[in-house]
């Protein structure tokens, strides 16, 4: 199928062969061409082309030109921003590439934006109190910060990351959190919540038990944003009909045991506590409307293949 780019709304050239080297394109800007030689294309756009910009938008489109959601766009700054050492972002997000962990934070972070706006018609800003849970070493909570400056706490597991963030992002608190809820945090302290690759690595009782403890420090009617492995993220992975019947027929789908953390919290080996799990759609609107109302579940919004599920504390 043939695909269509589009930077900052202009379309860009694909081309098969590397460009002419005394142009400077994207590829070269960013560092992407690195790896671009296991693709079948490659998008040059020219930068001269693109004027004065700070970000760039990166839109997809199939065959015809067809526009896709606005939540599939990428986003990349110019200007690289402040970033966890390589052996941090591995652990939370599974890649050494800079560029990728950037445009991943500064994606997830305009796209919850977006959803905060088309479901609750609000913004970061609007906003009292914001919690990050599991926030790692702040991918996405750096430029939430940026937005609503010193209204959010993040919370993680982790302390390695969790002192990194309290040693670099100074707009925000950070407090690293037992594996078992509740937190210190009073009833109702938050009015946005949202959780960006936490429920695809937590068992079902550990799930529900976390589904309850964000119930409790949700305010009545505040913004609770998750993201989950769902159907798509399973097919990027796996092409078994087995494993998908079952993941269909039982609505929670235990993958297998995931180690990133065993580096850093040997007990995790033991434990066993950290997975990587998948949801079916069905369970999400069945199970999980026990905690929250469902307001939507976005496709494949966070890195391209995790299902974004909007809710609403009722
Ligand atoms: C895949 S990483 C994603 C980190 C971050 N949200 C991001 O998008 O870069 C999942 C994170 O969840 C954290 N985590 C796991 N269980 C947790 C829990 N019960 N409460 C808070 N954080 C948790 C892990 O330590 C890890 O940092």
């Known amino acids: 199928m043939p695909l269509r780019f589009f930077v900052n709304g202009i379309e860009s050239p694909v081309i098969e062969q590397p460009v002419d080297p005394a ?13 671009s030689a296991q693709y079948t294309f490659r998008c040059a756009m020219p930068m ?14 199939p065959g015809a030109g067809r526009e896709l959601s606005p939540y599939q766009d990428w986003y990349l700054r110019l200007a690289p921003g402040l970033q966890a050492d390589v052996t941090r972002r591995v652990r939370v997000a599974a890649t050494s590439d800079p560029i990728f962990f950037e445009s991943m934070g500064f994606s997830a972070c305009l796209a919850i934006r977006r959803a905060l706006r088309e ?3 609000r913004d970061y800003a609007d906003y009292e109190a914001i919690l990050d849970w599991g926030c790692g070493c702040a991918r996405v909570a750096r430029f939430v910060t940026e ?29 690293c959190i037992d594996v078992d809820p509740p937190t210190r945090f009073a009833d109702e302290s938050f009015d946005l919540v949202y959780g960006i690759s936490v429920f695809t690595h937590l068992s079902a009782t550990d799930q529900d038990r976390w589904l309850a ?39 929670f789908y235990l993958y297998g045991r995931c180690p990133d953390l065993d580096e850093v919290m ?3 080996k033991e ?18 409307s026990r905690y929250f109302e469902i307001v939507d579940v976005i496709d494949a919004v966070i890195a391209g293949h995790q299902d974004f599920v909007i809710m609403r504390r009722r």
């Open 23 to 35: 142009m400077e394109t994207i590829v070269q800007r960013f560092g992407l061409s690195r790896d």
């Open 48 to 61: 001269a082309q693109l004027g004065q910009t700070e970000s760039l938008r990166v839109e997809f489109r």
């Open 119 to 121: 479901y609750f018609n």
């Open 147 to 175: 937005f609503a400056p010193h209204k959010l706490v993040g919370i993680d597991i982790d302390p390695d990351n969790i002192q990194w963030c309290k040693e670099n992002i100074a707009l925000a608190r950070f407090d």
């Open 213 to 251: 403890e964000l119930q409790r420090i949700t305010k009545p009617g505040g913004a609770v944003l998750m993201s989950v492995h769902g159907e798509i993220a399973f097919f990027r992975g796996d092409s078994d009909l087995q494993r998908f019947l079952a993941l269909e027929k039982e609505g």
């Open 266 to 268: 040997p007990e995790m």
């Open 271 to 288: 434990s066993e506590y950290y997975k990587n799990v998948f949801h079916s759609r069905r369970y999400i609107y069945e199970h999980w």
